[in-house]
């Protein structure tokens, strides 16, 4: 099942854990039983109309999945996903 | 009987292809690595643009690091072209570089013939021995130094990410130093704003931090902003400034840094920490990716705490600021491959660093246009802005 990790700021919407498994065979399925599991992460992570929130960077392993496929790209069993909200903490 | 010595020279001098200054000048920067032999007080009063210094004295020890390709290219110089000539022929007889040629009339005809000769910033006694373990580097020693020297570089903020930051890059001989912060120091900023002090509390964090900078290295010259950068000054502040440090606590303000940046072409170097996390990029316009590229979008108040808010590990920002200084400093002298298209993620609890690729977006607002036509009514703005900072407060 790939990992999911967690920043800073969602941590508290699953149980404070820094790293979760989801299933799931693309981006926007493992992300959405992802928030299935974890309801706060719903509006987080997805806008009303379903699409990723602009302000959210998911990585499928070191790339972008907006210069993927987006939602739609392919996740493995093995891979490592990366939410990443911008930070300006200095 | 033995021979003279100068029948020795004379005798290498025959073995050895020799070049005219001519043939120099007109391959200069095509992959040639062209060697100046001499010592490092002749050195030091001018040589020739682009070349590289090896003193005869080190031939054998330093030229690998000079010239690694034993096929290259290599032309060697000294003042007459008579120690070149012998290095030469060690080079090729004893070092096994197969094309090697010696400079006839060393830079003497060199500067007769009017060529252009570079004389380097040179180092104080007292320079040399504060600089000496950089000296000591080939990848810096004392061309790279005397950039640093040259350099002016601006920090934004001189709290958790400036303050570690602005220490390293004085201790490094950063010749002008310019930090921009409104704030007063405050016992609470002590656990990591390790530049300032406690019996400096209430004082104006930029003068805090010019004595301790002072203190450390009086080479720099400290220019102080206390002021809040805003659209109204952000472009006189920052120009002129060949490297800028991004340690600012706010979106706005980051997004406003970067289109100005971006406008003036400045590379930034940009931190940011929360909790036990940092992230670390730099952004080049046009080189790679900017900010906007990476976060087109802050996220909303709710899910953009600050470190006063959410608290932070008091050491985290200075992991994260000597991060932002070993950047700058590589931005400076121009050496490794600086953290451009890159984004690199500390997790201080686990002990893990990932890296992740930054693209540039072709259809960036900012770094898609053309730099010129970006203007100040647009620079700082994002979506949803006025929301935004009325949520954030």
Redesign the interface.
Known sequence: MPVI?I????RPSVGGE?EVHADGSDVGSVLRSLAERHPDLRS?LFGPDGSLN????V?LN???V??LDGLDTAVGENDVL?V??????? | MSPSGAEVIRQIKQQVEEVDPAEVSEHLGNGVVLVDVRESEEWDRGHIPGAVHVPRSYLESRIEGAAPDRAARVILYCASGQRSALAAHTLKEVLGYSDVASMTGGITLWKDRGYKVDVPKVLTPEQKERYGRHLLLPEVGGEGQAKLLDAKVLLLGAGGLGAPTALYLAAAGVGTLGIVDDDDVDLSNLQRQVIHTTDRIGTPKVDSAETTIHALNPDVNVVKYPVRLDASNILEIIDGYDVIVDGVDNFPTRYLLNDATVRLGIPVVSASILGFDGQLSVFKPHDGPCYRCLYPVPPPAELAPSCGANGVLGVLPGTMGMLQATEVVKLVTGIGEPLIGRLLLYEALGATFTELKVRRDPNCPICSRDPEEIVDAEMGVFPDYEAFCAAAG
């Not at chain 1, 920043?7 to 969602?10: A, E, F, K, S």
């Open positions: 990790k920043p800073v700021v969602l820094k987080q602009r302000y959210v960077n990585y070191d790339e972008d907006r210069v990366n990443l909200p911008a930070m300006a903490g200095g």
